[in-house]
């Protein structure tokens, strides 16, 4: 049985003026602990579809099934979702952001300060429990922020482009962390993204949306070669840029048949 | 020159310009209390109306020594905090369910509106009728002023709140009432705190109207008092301790501030 499974699933924006189609006719399967990349340009609806498997809203049509149960229903916890930015509570210490989703499902409070202490040190950030977010840079921010979603143990976790805010040394960086955290853990992930590099690099597999209205345009697997290696080695491996020319060749081909 | 000696003298630079700042301040004060003696004292201006610092200094020590102040004062002091914390209160909890239920608050807006543009001290009158010539009614007049403009401060505030913040938390699970618990009220704690510093001065002018207006004890009671006897020494007295204590007021409020916005920068 597939870990989550998007059957035909269709939605669209009202507003008083109009109707419009954010996505039409989503089909989709994941297995469990893969990293799977949404790629395509704005309003191609990534993000609408990310926030429906997270179960924010239902989709107009369709199902989201989480192994096998429809994701709105869902009792138990299931989603991890971490931001462009890194939305940490600036009047909270950085150990109580980090508890924040535990203390939502009242988990004992010393559990969850020990779960905060060993995450920490997974993400690179011992001894900052009782700083403010305020006072940590924006790599180290972000990396609180999955220590955040983790903290909760998700099954799976979904990525809204989390690196498109970081200069670009610090996404190399955290590209790698998260990677490597993910792995060790053995998290699914969805990732969002619009570049494609990083798509190639942290993937298992890609798909690729085209826009007006929202749709799987083609879905391109990632070489095992590349699967192997951490995303900043992956960047430096000659399969990695012969991929990236052909995802830019379809880029390509689907900005010229909107122009034309 | 190495740093050491060039951060000192930023520090110095920085002592200097403090204490020019506390320098004007107190020249100003001075000059202010000075200028008005002397014009009192010269027959500028017409001693019956505008009184002198030291009359006014004089009736102090003799009001103090008799207890009749500290008496007056207490009470009115009392009124104040209480109608400026009910106040305060009930318009953060009307603004909570106004940001509870978008419906109700889409209901109430015209409401909201309109009584917010009345001027709440003339419903004065009916308070005293209804609550009372004493207490509970100063301290609703106190209360009654400030509600409805902190109702529409704060629940614009909690509106405002980042909505990516209440996405974090959807994305945990948080019901409404955690949501508002971790998100909105801490969120909006810097407006609500500005909104306790205008209430200061709000409060006080609903309980002096009010004790005007009931004209038993008080302050506002000394005042329309030493009108009725042409007085104006207790006028400016009175008016003297209400501008200390709305003073120390606000600036209980900033020690509040700082402790509860750890935050600040």
New interface residues.
Partial sequence: MNFLTINHVDHTYFSKQTATPALQNINLSIEKGEFISFLGPSGCGKTTLLSIIAGLFPPTAGTVLLEGQPVLSRDELSIGYMLQQDYLFPWKTIGQNITLGLKLLKHDKEASLSTAMKLLQDVGLPGVEHQYPRELSGGMRQRAALARTLAVDPKILLLDEPFSALDYQTKLKLEDLVSETLKAYGKTAVLVTHDIGESIAMSDRIYLFAAHPGRIHKVFEVPNELRLLTPFQARNHPSYSSLFQTIWKELESLEHSYTA | MNIHTLHNQYKAALVKEKRLVRFYQLLIFIAFFSGWEIASRFKWIDQLIFSSPSKIWSLFLTKISDGTLVNHLSITLAETVLGFIIGTLLGTLLAAILWWSPFLSRVLDPYLVILNAMPKVALGPILIVALGPGFTSIITMGAIISVIITTIVVYTAFKGV?P??L????????NRF?TFK??VL??S?PTIISTLKVNVGLSWVGVIVGEFLVSSKGLGYLITYGFQVFNFNLVLLSLMIIAVCATVMYQLVELLEKAL???D?
């Fill in positions: 980042d990516n913040y996405l974090v938390l959807q994305t945990f699970g948080a955690q971790e998100a801490p969120a704690f916005i750890k935050n920068r």
